[in-house]
Nanobody
Framework: QVQLVESGGGLVQPGGSLRLSCAASGRTFSRASMGWFRQAPGKEREFVAAITWNGGSTYFADSVKGRFTISRDNTKNTVYLQMHSLKPEDTAVYYC????????????????????WGQGTQVTVSS
């Protein structure tokens, strides 16, 4: 069992930065593939970024590539999403997710591939 708690959301002006954190409980975190998704009002949940168990591989949606980075600290059971050059279209609830069945070896970009989800944190980009 893995519990995920996101934090770090808030209101930021266009062009600004935020860092989201996702703290995980459970011993399986270090062998979990982790991902970030987001959901804007009236839209489907969409993939943002993914990372393998040791951070050796990462993958980003085209819409955030070059602006967002994903990282993890397995000693702290935490995964991060650093967001720069934020745009109004980045406004959404951001969720982190964990996939624990494959040793964290693979990048997962589909929501149904993940076993556990956090409750989400709101990011609003507005002037």
């Amino acid at each position: 069992q893995v519990q995920l708690v996101e934090s770090g959301g808030g209101l930021v002006q266009p062009g600004g930065s935020l860092r989201l954190s996702c703290a995980a409980s459970g011993r399986t975190f270090s062998r979990a593939s982790m991902g970030w998704f987001r959901q804007a009002p009236g839209k489907e949940r969409e993939f943002v970024a993914a990372i393998t168990w040791n951070g050796g591989s990462t993958y980003f949606a085209d819409s955030v590539k070059g602006r967002f980075t994903i990282s993890r600290d397995n000693t702290k059971n935490t995964v991060y999403l650093q967001m720069h050059s934020l745009k109004p279209e980045d406004t959404a609830v951001y969720y982190c997710a964990a996939e624990t069945g494959s040793g964290g070896l693979y990048l997962r970009i589909l929501a149904h591939e993940y076993d556990y989800w956090g409750q989400g944190t709101q990011v609003t980009v507005s002037s």
